[in-house]
């Protein structure tokens, strides 16, 4: 399965969030992501909530 583009600029958008101080706007993105990420996708997205907290 190929990365979704859609859902690589969600993660894009989200990490931007996170670096913003937005974490909730963050963290909404990413359980998106995650949603309808392809597995590799999935992997970045579930590190990224992990280091979320």
Do not use: W
Request: aromatic share 4%.
């Amino acid at each position: 399965m190929t990365d979704n583009p859609e859902v690589a600029t969600k993660i894009e958008l989200a990490m931007a969030y996170e670096e913003m101080g937005d974490r909730e706007g963050a963290r909404e993105l990413f359980q998106e992501a995650l949603a309808e990420g392809s597995p590799a996708q999935q992997k970045v997205v579930r590190a990224r909530l992990d280091s979320l907290g």
